[in-house]
């Protein structure tokens, strides 16, 4: 997958409860995504970003936040996690904001 | 907002036969991009179309895109089972850097 790697790859939690996703290169690609995927929706983009501490929300952006503190990690916090937000979650990574993007093998996430 | 419709939402066809799938968008774009998923696991890019440009090929792939009509679609000849997978087409429109999928096309193809 490109050198990408998402942690954890499953995860089960309750309501109300914080939840941290991180994504992990070793392409030292620019641009860094989190997407979210649902049966009828396709894939739908959370936040993006596109240098160390540069993010940006995209569609559905509202009960998560990102940080980027290094160019290889991009972390997604749930802070309050709800039932709606059950999905699977993934990462992708671009040279530019143009270009193909290479995604990680995602992240199912059950928040019962 | 803009977003690529793929159809048919699931298609079915026996090894050999060529499949298929189209997308329509909404607004002027820079490129439109096809992927693939296999079930459980992340999108691999298939190829990249630009806006000036009306026909591309990759191996078994060939790709036609009509600005005109807003329009693309993917063609996949000689299909084999492991071309099993959804398909997606993605897009960015001329004001945004981000880009939009659509909701995907279902490929089976059966032994």
């Known amino acids: 997958d490109a050198g990408i790697t998402q942690s954890p790859r499953h995860k089960v939690t309750e309501t109300g409860t914080p939840v941290t996703l991180r994504c992990h290169q070793t392409?030292?690609?620019?641009?860094m995504y989190w997407y979210r995927q649902d049966p009828g929706h396709g894939l739908r983009l959370i936040h993006y970003s596109y240098g160390v501490k540069d993010t940006d929300k995209g569609e559905v952006s509202d009960g998560y936040s990102v940080s980027r503190s290094k160019t290889e990690d991009f972390l997604l916090t749930l802070e309050s996690a709800t039932s709606s937000q059950t999905s699977v979650y993934f990462c992708?990574?671009?040279?530019?904001?143009?270009?193909?993007?290479?995604f990680g093998p995602g992240t199912r996430l059950t928040v019962l | 907002s803009q977003q690529g419709e793929e159809d048919p939402q699931a298609l079915s066809i026996q090894e050999g036969e060529n499949a298929t799938m189209n997308c329509s968008y909404k607004?002027?774009?820079?490129?439109l991009q096809w992927y693939r998923q296999n079930s459980g696991r992340g999108l691999v890019h298939l190829i990249l179309i630009r806006s000036n440009e009306r026909e591309k090929h990759s191996g078994r792939l060939r790709v036609t895109l009509d600005t005109s009509k807003k329009s693309s679609s993917l063609l996949i000849t000689a299909s084999r089972a492991a071309d099993t997978a959804s398909y997606f087409c993605?897009?960015?429109?001329?004001?945004?850097?981000?880009?939009?999928f659509g909701t995907g096309t279902r490929l089976q193809v059966f032994p």
């Open positions: 992708a990574i671009s040279e530019g904001s143009r270009n193909e993007q290479f």
């Open positions: 993605a897009t960015d429109a001329l004001d945004t850097d981000k880009l939009i």
């Open positions: 607004t002027s774009i820079n490129n």
């Open positions: 392409e030292n690609h620019r641009y």
